[in-house]
């Protein structure tokens, strides 16, 4: 059964938040979780109740802070732990520091991870599945969500339509972030769909051919 994605653009840091489902079993995943303030969150809410979805998993592909700063309202309100990669563990503090940059010190408390992700671990949505890919290079602990039967991965701030992930944060690195790509991401099928961490989908074909990065 084909998995269906959600997608919602949250304001502050113009961040795509994905909900992963199985319209069958009515499971999800809630991937890199923006929303902030309670008309954000209600938004999220009312979603998943209209579609009568069970959130199963609340999943960061990185612990930057646009993609975590509503962890903890997924996680408490749902009741599932953080899944995210264990090298991204110290970028945890910074998230703190950045909220108080931001002067969002008081809504951001950040969520310990719960389960640890690495590379090949398969995460289960319903009869569906995504695959681990960790491409580090953006941060350390970057993983990229691979849904295999259905064409498309879930590609946090690793690849987007005609550029990459910026690498001049803490635990950047050029070099890595694109030899990753190149081995990990642009060796799977051309038509496969990238959902990104911010702007519009695109397809590893359409990247291949046209992303002056990656030449
Ligand atoms: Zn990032
Ligand atoms: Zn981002």
Sequence with gaps: MALK???????LFGINTYVVYDPET??????????MGIEEENA?????????????????????IDHAVGDRFVSETYGV?????????????RILQQAEMFGIKEKVNVVDIGKYLEAGDRIKIGGGELEVIHVPGH???????????DGCLYGGDVLFQGSIGRTDLPGG??????????????????????????GEAT?????????????
């Design 5 to 11: 994605t959600a997608r919602f653009e949250f304001s």
């Design 139 to 149: 941060s350390q602990g970057h993983i990229v969500l691979y849904d295999r039967a």
């Design 26 to 35: 009515r499971d999800c995943a809630i991937i890199d979780p923006g929303m």
């Design 173 to 198: 690195d050029y070099t890595q972030l694109v030899s990753g790509i190149k081995s990990k991401l642009l060796t799977l099928p051309d038509d496969t769909v990238v959902f990104p961490g911010h």
């Design 44 to 64: 999220m809410r009312n979603f998943l109740k209209r579609e009568n979805l069970t959130v199963r998993h609340l999943i960061n592909t990185h612990l930057h």
């Design 81 to 93: 732990p953080l899944e995210a990669h264990k090298a991204d563990e110290p970028l945890m503090q």
């Design 203 to 215: 397809t590893i074909g359409h990247e291949k051919a046209y992303n002056g990065f990656l030449r």
